[in-house]
């Protein structure tokens, strides 16, 4: 579950997406499909509300982090050795990359963590549950947008002056296939 939904509130959505509402608790499946855990409501509550936290913290401060970084690298450029400072993005951007997986990492898996020791209620879904949960969970919005973007990658192709790169056409229709393919399968899915 990577942040590549465009939108905190989406992230944060997926994560208590996770805790399904069963009796008087809840029940947590890793990811929506793991193995089951019963887990009280205020259990929930604090771990949507430690990653809700937790997440705000890692996109904030790490943008404000990784831009003091990059300042001070072009400010003092000697403060790496010399072989390196030509290498200063590079070597910020796998630091950053790193420490954000990481702390990505720590955050999304704390349930997994705390109730390691507990005896799970059921078992991991199946295949085809697993199919009907990731197909569900994805939004038609993402299929919309990269149909778009690969589109245009298409066109943008054509409309160049002097022969046309071929390596953009025959990777934009690779796409929009994959695209429309994923469309189908959502739409057979989850109309069953």
Do not use: C
């Not at 404000?64 to 990059?70: D, E, P, Q, R």
């Not at 947008?145 to 245009?152: D, H, I, Q």
């Amino acid at each position: 579950m990577l942040p590549i939904h465009g939108s905190l509130n989406t992230v944060r959505e997926n994560f208590a997406r996770q805790f399904v509402p069963d009796r008087d608790g809840y029940v947590y499946r890793r990811r929506q499909r793991g193995e089951a855990f019963r887990v009280t409501a205020a259990e929930r509550d604090r771990f949507v509300a430690d990653f809700d936290r937790g997440v705000g913290r890692l996109f904030w401060g790490g943008l404000v982090t990784l831009i003091a970084v990059m300042a001070v690298f072009e400010i003092w450029p000697t403060i790496l050795p010399p072989d390196w400072q030509a290498r200063h993005e590079v070597i910020v951007a796998v630091g950053a990359s790193i420490a954000f997986l990481i702390i990505w990492w720590r955050l999304s898996s704390a349930p997994d963590r705390a109730l390691e020791r507990r005896v799970p209620m059921a078992g991991a879904l199946d295949a085809a549950a697993r199919r009907r949960v990731n197909f569900a969970g994805l939004p038609w919005a993402v299929l919309i947008f990269g149909a778009v973007l690969t589109l245009g990658m298409i066109a943008q192709a054509f409309d160049q002056p002097g022969p046309t790169d071929w390596t953009y056409v025959v990777g934009g229709a690779i796409g929009f296939a994959f695209f429309v393919l994923l469309g189908a399968i959502k739409w057979r899915i989850t109309r069953s």
